[in-house]
Protein backbone atom coordinates (compact mmCIF):
# COMPACT_ATOMS: atom_id res chain seq x y z
CA UNK A 1 0.00 0.00 0.00
CA UNK A 2 1.47 3.27 -0.86
CA UNK A 3 2.40 6.20 1.76
CA UNK A 4 1.20 9.40 1.91
CA UNK A 5 2.90 11.62 -0.71
CA UNK A 6 3.39 15.07 -0.85
CA UNK A 7 4.45 17.29 -3.55
CA UNK A 8 7.07 19.52 -3.80
CA UNK A 9 9.45 17.95 -1.89
CA UNK A 10 11.75 21.28 -1.50
CA UNK A 11 10.76 24.97 -2.71
CA UNK A 12 12.17 27.68 -2.55
CA UNK A 13 10.17 31.40 -2.46
CA UNK A 14 10.75 34.82 -2.22
CA UNK A 15 9.13 36.91 0.90
CA UNK A 16 5.48 38.43 -0.45
CA UNK A 17 5.00 35.11 -2.74
CA UNK A 18 2.12 32.52 -2.44
CA UNK A 19 2.87 28.78 -2.23
CA UNK A 20 0.45 25.57 -2.92
CA UNK A 21 1.72 22.62 -0.91
CA UNK A 22 -0.22 18.99 -2.11
CA UNK A 23 -0.45 16.27 -0.46
CA UNK A 24 -2.11 12.44 -1.32
CA UNK A 25 -3.14 10.71 1.66
CA UNK A 26 -3.01 6.62 1.83
CA UNK A 27 -5.84 5.18 0.30
CA UNK A 28 -9.11 4.98 1.70
CA UNK A 29 -8.18 7.34 4.50
CA UNK A 30 -10.25 10.67 4.75
CA UNK A 31 -8.33 12.56 7.13
CA UNK A 32 -5.84 14.86 6.14
CA UNK A 33 -4.03 17.18 8.80
CA UNK A 34 -1.47 19.04 8.01
CA UNK A 35 1.41 19.98 10.40
CA UNK A 36 4.29 23.06 10.45
CA UNK A 37 7.63 21.82 11.92
CA UNK A 38 10.31 24.29 12.84
CA UNK A 39 13.50 23.63 14.90
CA UNK A 40 12.33 26.32 17.78
CA UNK A 41 8.38 25.01 17.97
CA UNK A 42 8.81 21.67 16.76
CA UNK A 43 5.76 20.65 15.26
CA UNK A 44 2.26 22.56 15.36
CA UNK A 45 -0.76 22.03 14.15
CA UNK A 46 -2.45 23.87 11.21
CA UNK A 47 -5.40 22.32 10.28
CA UNK A 48 -7.38 19.21 9.72
CA UNK A 49 -10.09 18.42 7.02
CA UNK A 50 -12.19 15.10 6.47
CA UNK A 51 -14.61 14.74 2.99
CA UNK A 52 -13.75 18.48 2.07
CA UNK A 53 -14.85 19.98 5.45
CA UNK A 54 -12.25 21.79 8.05
CA UNK A 55 -13.13 19.96 11.28
CA UNK A 56 -10.29 21.58 13.03
CA UNK A 57 -8.20 24.70 12.93
CA UNK A 58 -4.58 25.41 14.84
CA UNK A 59 -2.95 28.80 15.73
CA UNK A 60 -1.88 30.23 12.44
CA UNK A 61 -3.11 33.59 10.91
CA UNK A 62 -5.15 33.50 7.99
CA UNK A 63 -2.74 33.54 5.47
CA UNK A 64 -2.91 29.39 6.01
CA UNK A 65 -5.15 27.50 4.14
CA UNK A 66 -6.11 24.25 2.89
CA UNK A 67 -8.71 22.67 0.99
CA UNK A 68 -9.43 19.20 0.77
CA UNK A 69 -10.78 17.44 -2.97
CA UNK A 70 -13.28 14.25 -3.13
CA UNK A 71 -10.65 12.23 -3.61
CA UNK A 72 -9.46 13.41 -0.15
CA UNK A 73 -5.98 14.59 -2.14
CA UNK A 74 -5.52 17.80 0.05
CA UNK A 75 -4.01 21.32 -0.89
CA UNK A 76 -2.20 23.70 1.83
CA UNK A 77 -1.45 27.50 0.53
CA UNK A 78 0.29 29.94 1.86
CA UNK A 79 -0.05 33.68 0.84
CA UNK A 80 2.09 36.88 1.41
CA UNK A 81 5.47 34.39 2.61
CA UNK A 82 7.10 35.53 5.16
CA UNK A 83 10.77 35.06 6.48
CA UNK A 84 9.53 33.02 9.28
CA UNK A 85 7.15 30.49 7.45
CA UNK A 86 10.16 28.62 6.08
CA UNK A 87 9.51 25.45 7.61
CA UNK A 88 8.95 21.53 6.85
CA UNK A 89 5.56 21.18 6.03
CA UNK A 90 4.43 17.53 6.65
CA UNK A 91 0.92 16.10 5.97
CA UNK A 92 -0.36 13.38 7.48
CA UNK A 93 -3.67 10.90 6.67
CA UNK A 94 -5.89 8.85 8.46
CA UNK A 95 -9.17 6.78 8.78
CA UNK A 96 -10.20 9.72 11.63
CA UNK A 97 -14.21 8.75 11.25
CA UNK A 98 -14.58 10.16 14.96
CA UNK A 99 -12.91 13.27 15.74
CA UNK A 100 -14.54 13.33 19.39
CA UNK A 101 -15.23 11.15 22.03
CA UNK A 102 -13.43 8.32 20.37
CA UNK A 103 -9.76 6.45 20.19
CA UNK A 104 -7.37 8.56 18.56
CA UNK A 105 -6.81 7.04 15.10
CA UNK A 106 -2.83 6.72 13.96
CA UNK A 107 -1.65 8.99 11.85
CA UNK A 108 0.82 8.42 8.99
CA UNK A 109 3.03 11.13 7.81
CA UNK A 110 4.34 11.68 4.84
CA UNK A 111 8.12 12.65 4.12
CA UNK A 112 7.10 16.32 4.09
CA UNK A 113 7.42 19.76 1.87
CA UNK A 114 10.63 21.79 2.87
CA UNK A 115 9.57 25.31 2.06
CA UNK A 116 12.65 28.11 2.71
CA UNK A 117 11.67 31.69 2.28
CA UNK A 118 13.95 34.39 1.12
CA UNK B 1 4.75 27.64 28.41
CA UNK B 2 4.28 25.20 25.96
CA UNK B 3 1.54 22.21 26.66
CA UNK B 4 4.13 19.62 26.05
CA UNK B 5 8.02 19.56 27.32
CA UNK B 6 10.36 17.71 25.70
CA UNK B 7 14.15 18.01 26.28
CA UNK B 8 15.81 18.09 23.08
CA UNK B 9 19.20 16.44 23.90
CA UNK B 10 20.94 15.47 21.79
CA UNK B 11 21.50 12.24 23.91
CA UNK B 12 24.65 9.57 23.21
CA UNK B 13 24.76 6.00 24.15
CA UNK B 14 26.42 3.16 23.47
CA UNK B 15 24.84 0.10 21.38
CA UNK B 16 23.01 -1.91 24.04
CA UNK B 17 22.68 0.73 26.60
CA UNK B 18 18.93 1.63 27.99
CA UNK B 19 17.24 4.49 26.97
CA UNK B 20 15.11 6.87 28.39
CA UNK B 21 12.84 9.28 26.39
CA UNK B 22 10.68 11.84 28.68
CA UNK B 23 7.67 14.54 28.06
CA UNK B 24 5.82 16.30 30.71
CA UNK B 25 2.77 18.27 30.10
CA UNK B 26 0.62 20.89 31.62
CA UNK B 27 -3.10 19.97 29.95
CA UNK B 28 -4.89 17.25 32.06
CA UNK B 29 -7.68 16.80 29.31
CA UNK B 30 -4.57 14.55 27.11
CA UNK B 31 -5.71 11.01 27.24
CA UNK B 32 -3.77 9.89 24.11
CA UNK B 33 -0.09 9.27 23.99
CA UNK B 34 2.12 8.46 21.60
CA UNK B 35 5.53 8.48 20.47
CA UNK B 36 6.49 9.25 16.73
CA UNK B 37 10.49 8.33 15.54
CA UNK B 38 11.49 10.58 13.01
CA UNK B 39 15.04 9.70 11.07
CA UNK B 40 16.62 12.23 9.18
CA UNK B 41 14.49 14.30 5.92
CA UNK B 42 11.88 11.87 6.67
CA UNK B 43 8.19 12.00 7.94
CA UNK B 44 7.38 10.97 11.82
CA UNK B 45 6.37 7.07 12.23
CA UNK B 46 4.34 5.76 14.82
CA UNK B 47 6.38 3.79 18.04
CA UNK B 48 4.12 3.42 20.28
CA UNK B 49 0.56 4.59 21.22
CA UNK B 50 -0.73 4.54 24.72
CA UNK B 51 -4.69 5.30 25.91
CA UNK B 52 -4.25 6.96 29.43
CA UNK B 53 -2.31 6.06 32.20
CA UNK B 54 -0.83 2.57 32.30
CA UNK B 55 2.59 0.47 30.69
CA UNK B 56 2.64 -0.78 26.79
CA UNK B 57 5.29 -2.74 25.96
CA UNK B 58 5.94 -3.59 22.12
CA UNK B 59 9.73 -5.53 21.62
CA UNK B 60 11.90 -3.31 22.62
CA UNK B 61 10.34 0.09 23.27
CA UNK B 62 7.90 0.43 26.51
CA UNK B 63 6.08 3.18 26.86
CA UNK B 64 4.54 4.20 30.33
CA UNK B 65 2.20 7.06 31.32
CA UNK B 66 1.57 8.81 34.57
CA UNK B 67 -1.10 10.78 34.20
CA UNK B 68 -1.27 12.05 37.90
CA UNK B 69 2.43 13.40 37.58
CA UNK B 70 1.97 14.28 33.71
CA UNK B 71 4.61 12.66 33.05
CA UNK B 72 5.23 10.36 29.82
CA UNK B 73 7.89 8.00 28.95
CA UNK B 74 9.53 6.02 26.37
CA UNK B 75 12.31 3.31 26.86
CA UNK B 76 14.67 1.51 24.40
CA UNK B 77 16.16 -2.04 25.79
CA UNK B 78 19.11 -2.86 23.97
CA UNK B 79 19.61 0.30 22.11
CA UNK B 80 20.96 0.05 18.04
CA UNK B 81 23.00 2.22 15.50
CA UNK B 82 19.62 1.65 13.47
CA UNK B 83 17.63 4.06 16.96
CA UNK B 84 19.65 6.91 16.48
CA UNK B 85 16.81 9.11 15.00
CA UNK B 86 14.38 11.89 16.69
CA UNK B 87 12.03 10.92 19.02
CA UNK B 88 8.29 13.22 19.17
CA UNK B 89 5.75 12.83 21.77
CA UNK B 90 2.52 13.76 20.59
CA UNK B 91 -0.80 13.63 22.69
CA UNK B 92 -4.04 14.62 22.09
CA UNK B 93 -7.71 15.33 24.02
CA UNK B 94 -10.69 13.14 23.84
CA UNK B 95 -12.17 16.08 22.25
CA UNK B 96 -10.15 16.90 19.90
CA UNK B 97 -8.61 13.46 18.85
CA UNK B 98 -7.20 14.51 15.64
CA UNK B 99 -5.09 17.84 16.72
CA UNK B 100 -1.84 16.16 18.01
CA UNK B 101 -0.10 18.08 20.23
CA UNK B 102 3.88 17.58 19.97
CA UNK B 103 7.19 17.94 22.16
CA UNK B 104 9.84 19.46 20.42
CA UNK B 105 11.71 15.89 19.99
CA UNK B 106 14.90 14.38 21.53
CA UNK B 107 17.83 13.89 19.60
CA UNK B 108 19.24 10.01 20.29
CA UNK B 109 22.63 8.60 18.62
CA UNK B 110 23.62 5.32 19.41
CA UNK B 111 27.18 4.83 18.82
CA UNK B 112 28.11 1.48 18.35
Known amino acids: KAGVTQTPRYLIKTRGQQVTLSCSPI?????VSWYQQTPGQGLQFLFE???????NKGNFPGRFSGRQFSNSRSEMNVSTLELGDSALYLC?????????????????FGPGTRLTVL | QKEVEQDPGPLSVPEGAIVSLNCTYSNSAFQYFMWYRQYSRKGPELLMYTYSSGNKEDGRFTAQVDKSSKYISLFIRDSQPSDSATYLC????????????FGTGTRLQVFP
Open chain 1, 27 to 31: SGHRS
Open chain 1, 49 to 55: YFSETQR
Open chain 2, 90 to 101: AMSSFMDTDKLI
Open chain 1, 92 to 108: ASSWMAIKRGGPADTQY
